[in-house]
Protein backbone atom coordinates (compact mmCIF):
# COMPACT_ATOMS: atom_id res chain seq x y z
CA UNK A 1 0.00 0.00 0.00
CA UNK A 2 1.57 3.45 -0.91
CA UNK A 3 2.46 5.48 2.05
CA UNK A 4 2.31 8.36 0.69
CA UNK A 5 -1.01 10.17 -0.32
CA UNK A 6 -0.33 13.78 -2.14
CA UNK A 7 -2.66 16.79 -2.83
CA UNK A 8 -3.98 17.66 -5.25
CA UNK A 9 -3.72 14.94 -7.76
CA UNK A 10 -3.45 17.99 -10.74
CA UNK A 11 -2.67 21.55 -10.55
CA UNK A 12 -2.19 23.67 -13.59
CA UNK A 13 -1.36 27.27 -13.22
CA UNK A 14 -0.04 30.33 -15.08
CA UNK A 15 3.87 30.41 -15.40
CA UNK A 16 4.92 32.98 -12.76
CA UNK A 17 2.52 31.54 -10.06
CA UNK A 18 3.70 29.52 -7.32
CA UNK A 19 2.70 26.10 -7.29
CA UNK A 20 1.97 23.64 -3.36
CA UNK A 21 1.82 20.57 -3.46
CA UNK A 22 0.96 18.48 -0.18
CA UNK A 23 2.06 14.74 1.04
CA UNK A 24 0.29 12.87 3.94
CA UNK A 25 2.22 9.90 4.80
CA UNK A 26 0.97 7.59 7.91
CA UNK A 27 4.09 5.70 9.85
CA UNK A 28 7.23 7.52 11.70
CA UNK A 29 9.83 8.43 9.10
CA UNK A 30 13.30 8.98 9.13
CA UNK A 31 13.22 11.49 5.71
CA UNK A 32 10.71 12.59 3.33
CA UNK A 33 12.28 13.34 0.03
CA UNK A 34 10.91 15.04 -3.20
CA UNK A 35 11.03 13.90 -6.94
CA UNK A 36 10.25 14.91 -10.38
CA UNK A 37 9.22 12.86 -12.94
CA UNK A 38 9.17 14.57 -17.08
CA UNK A 39 6.84 12.89 -19.16
CA UNK A 40 8.73 9.18 -19.88
CA UNK A 41 11.72 9.67 -18.26
CA UNK A 42 12.96 8.59 -14.73
CA UNK A 43 12.25 10.44 -11.52
CA UNK A 44 15.10 13.16 -10.58
CA UNK A 45 15.84 13.92 -7.07
CA UNK A 46 14.98 17.44 -5.97
CA UNK A 47 15.28 17.81 -2.07
CA UNK A 48 15.86 15.61 0.84
CA UNK A 49 14.53 16.33 4.69
CA UNK A 50 15.38 14.91 7.83
CA UNK A 51 12.50 14.06 10.76
CA UNK A 52 14.12 16.83 13.20
CA UNK A 53 14.49 19.61 10.21
CA UNK A 54 10.82 21.96 9.80
CA UNK A 55 11.48 23.35 6.39
CA UNK A 56 14.29 23.61 3.44
CA UNK A 57 15.06 25.59 0.85
CA UNK A 58 16.96 24.90 -2.46
CA UNK A 59 16.21 27.43 -5.21
CA UNK A 60 12.80 28.28 -6.26
CA UNK A 61 12.11 24.81 -3.60
CA UNK A 62 10.46 25.35 -0.79
CA UNK A 63 9.58 21.97 1.52
CA UNK A 64 7.89 21.84 4.66
CA UNK A 65 7.75 19.05 7.16
CA UNK A 66 5.24 18.26 10.03
CA UNK A 67 6.12 15.34 11.33
CA UNK A 68 2.53 15.45 14.13
CA UNK A 69 0.59 15.82 11.43
CA UNK A 70 2.54 13.71 9.38
CA UNK A 71 2.17 15.84 6.56
CA UNK A 72 5.10 17.76 4.18
CA UNK A 73 4.62 20.38 1.66
CA UNK A 74 6.36 21.69 -1.53
CA UNK A 75 6.34 24.50 -2.93
CA UNK A 76 7.60 26.13 -6.30
CA UNK A 77 7.91 29.54 -6.34
CA UNK A 78 7.47 31.41 -9.95
CA UNK A 79 6.72 28.73 -11.92
CA UNK A 80 8.43 28.16 -15.41
CA UNK A 81 7.03 25.89 -18.02
CA UNK A 82 10.38 23.43 -17.63
CA UNK A 83 8.35 23.07 -14.20
CA UNK A 84 5.80 21.14 -15.94
CA UNK A 85 5.98 17.29 -14.75
CA UNK A 86 4.84 15.44 -12.02
CA UNK A 87 5.71 15.36 -8.23
CA UNK A 88 6.49 12.84 -6.13
CA UNK A 89 6.58 12.39 -2.40
CA UNK A 90 8.76 9.56 -1.14
CA UNK A 91 9.11 8.74 2.29
CA UNK A 92 12.22 6.66 4.05
CA UNK A 93 11.45 4.50 7.36
CA UNK A 94 14.69 2.75 7.63
CA UNK A 95 16.99 3.08 10.36
CA UNK A 96 20.27 4.79 9.92
CA UNK A 97 20.57 4.08 6.10
CA UNK A 98 19.77 0.22 6.94
CA UNK A 99 18.01 -0.20 3.23
CA UNK A 100 17.16 3.29 2.24
CA UNK A 101 13.82 2.18 1.04
CA UNK A 102 11.11 4.75 0.11
CA UNK A 103 7.79 4.25 -0.06
CA UNK A 104 5.87 7.00 -3.00
CA UNK A 105 2.99 8.66 -2.70
CA UNK A 106 0.84 9.03 -6.18
CA UNK A 107 2.20 12.01 -7.04
CA UNK A 108 0.96 15.30 -8.36
CA UNK A 109 0.65 16.15 -12.01
CA UNK A 110 1.47 19.99 -12.31
CA UNK A 111 1.51 21.91 -15.71
CA UNK A 112 2.68 25.69 -16.03
CA UNK A 113 0.99 27.44 -18.81
CA UNK A 114 3.08 29.94 -20.89
CA UNK B 1 28.60 10.19 -16.28
CA UNK B 2 25.87 7.39 -17.08
CA UNK B 3 24.67 7.07 -13.88
CA UNK B 4 21.68 4.49 -13.89
CA UNK B 5 21.15 2.61 -17.17
CA UNK B 6 18.42 0.21 -18.00
CA UNK B 7 18.26 -2.05 -20.94
CA UNK B 8 15.95 -2.75 -22.92
CA UNK B 9 13.86 0.12 -23.22
CA UNK B 10 10.65 -1.07 -24.38
CA UNK B 11 9.63 -4.89 -24.73
CA UNK B 12 6.29 -6.64 -26.14
CA UNK B 13 6.01 -10.46 -24.83
CA UNK B 14 4.02 -12.81 -24.98
CA UNK B 15 2.07 -14.35 -22.21
CA UNK B 16 4.03 -17.19 -20.67
CA UNK B 17 7.38 -15.64 -21.96
CA UNK B 18 9.80 -15.00 -19.99
CA UNK B 19 12.77 -12.34 -20.05
CA UNK B 20 15.21 -10.17 -17.86
CA UNK B 21 15.47 -6.80 -17.63
CA UNK B 22 18.91 -5.32 -16.57
CA UNK B 23 20.19 -2.48 -14.30
CA UNK B 24 23.72 -1.08 -14.47
CA UNK B 25 25.04 1.84 -12.15
CA UNK B 26 28.34 3.46 -12.48
CA UNK B 27 28.24 5.19 -8.76
CA UNK B 28 29.51 2.31 -6.88
CA UNK B 29 26.06 2.09 -4.63
CA UNK B 30 25.91 -0.35 -2.56
CA UNK B 31 21.84 -0.43 -2.71
CA UNK B 32 19.94 -1.28 -5.95
CA UNK B 33 15.85 -1.02 -5.90
CA UNK B 34 13.35 -2.20 -8.41
CA UNK B 35 10.22 -0.52 -8.58
CA UNK B 36 7.49 -0.66 -11.20
CA UNK B 37 4.89 2.05 -11.98
CA UNK B 38 1.27 2.42 -13.14
CA UNK B 39 -1.22 4.74 -13.75
CA UNK B 40 -2.25 6.83 -10.57
CA UNK B 41 -0.37 3.92 -8.64
CA UNK B 42 2.95 5.81 -8.44
CA UNK B 43 5.98 3.64 -7.82
CA UNK B 44 6.04 0.07 -5.79
CA UNK B 45 9.03 -1.69 -5.09
CA UNK B 46 9.30 -5.05 -5.83
CA UNK B 47 12.65 -6.11 -4.82
CA UNK B 48 16.11 -4.79 -3.54
CA UNK B 49 19.46 -5.13 -2.92
CA UNK B 50 21.67 -3.96 0.15
CA UNK B 51 24.81 -5.74 -1.36
CA UNK B 52 26.60 -7.73 -3.42
CA UNK B 53 24.77 -11.36 -3.32
CA UNK B 54 22.12 -9.89 -1.69
CA UNK B 55 18.58 -9.73 -2.57
CA UNK B 56 15.06 -8.91 -0.41
CA UNK B 57 11.18 -8.47 -1.15
CA UNK B 58 9.39 -5.35 -1.38
CA UNK B 59 5.78 -4.63 -1.74
CA UNK B 60 5.23 -6.32 -4.89
CA UNK B 61 7.43 -9.46 -5.38
CA UNK B 62 5.13 -12.25 -6.73
CA UNK B 63 5.76 -13.43 -10.39
CA UNK B 64 9.40 -11.44 -10.27
CA UNK B 65 13.03 -12.57 -9.13
CA UNK B 66 16.19 -10.68 -8.95
CA UNK B 67 19.73 -11.08 -8.72
CA UNK B 68 23.07 -9.42 -7.95
CA UNK B 69 26.31 -10.77 -8.59
CA UNK B 70 27.84 -7.62 -9.44
CA UNK B 71 27.78 -5.04 -7.64
CA UNK B 72 27.08 -2.65 -10.31
CA UNK B 73 24.05 -4.75 -11.76
CA UNK B 74 21.10 -5.82 -10.76
CA UNK B 75 18.80 -8.15 -12.56
CA UNK B 76 14.99 -8.67 -12.90
CA UNK B 77 13.24 -11.49 -14.36
CA UNK B 78 9.95 -12.18 -14.94
CA UNK B 79 9.38 -16.26 -15.65
CA UNK B 80 6.06 -16.46 -16.95
CA UNK B 81 5.10 -13.07 -18.03
CA UNK B 82 1.26 -12.25 -17.07
CA UNK B 83 -0.86 -9.37 -18.67
CA UNK B 84 -0.85 -7.80 -15.16
CA UNK B 85 2.77 -7.03 -15.21
CA UNK B 86 2.19 -5.15 -17.95
CA UNK B 87 4.30 -1.58 -16.72
CA UNK B 88 6.82 0.62 -16.79
CA UNK B 89 9.84 -0.78 -14.53
CA UNK B 90 12.46 1.40 -12.72
CA UNK B 91 15.40 1.18 -11.44
CA UNK B 92 16.98 2.83 -8.80
CA UNK B 93 20.60 3.11 -6.82
CA UNK B 94 22.22 4.97 -3.72
CA UNK B 95 24.75 4.72 -1.08
CA UNK B 96 24.68 2.87 2.23
CA UNK B 97 24.75 5.58 4.59
CA UNK B 98 22.03 7.78 5.76
CA UNK B 99 20.11 10.49 4.36
CA UNK B 100 21.12 9.11 0.68
CA UNK B 101 18.41 10.07 -2.22
CA UNK B 102 18.20 7.56 -4.81
CA UNK B 103 19.06 8.19 -8.17
CA UNK B 104 16.79 6.14 -11.26
CA UNK B 105 17.04 5.02 -14.54
CA UNK B 106 14.56 6.29 -17.14
CA UNK B 107 12.50 3.11 -17.15
CA UNK B 108 11.48 -0.18 -19.83
CA UNK B 109 8.45 -0.22 -20.72
CA UNK B 110 6.88 -3.15 -21.00
CA UNK B 111 3.68 -4.80 -22.60
CA UNK B 112 2.43 -8.59 -22.06
CA UNK B 113 -0.66 -9.03 -24.60
Known amino acids: SQQGEEDPQALSIQEGENATMNCSYKTSINNLQWYRQNSGRGLVHLILIRSNEREKHSGRLRVTLDTSKKSSSLLITASRAADTASYFC??????????????FGTGTLLAVQP | NAGVTQTPKFRVLKTGQSMTLLCAQDMNHEYMYWYRQDPGMGLRLIHYSVGEGTTAKGEVPDGYNVSRLKKQNFLLGLESAAPSQTSVYFC????????????FGDGTRLSIL
Open chain 1, 90 to 103: ATDASYGGATNKLI
Open chain 2, 92 to 103: ASTGSWNYQPQH
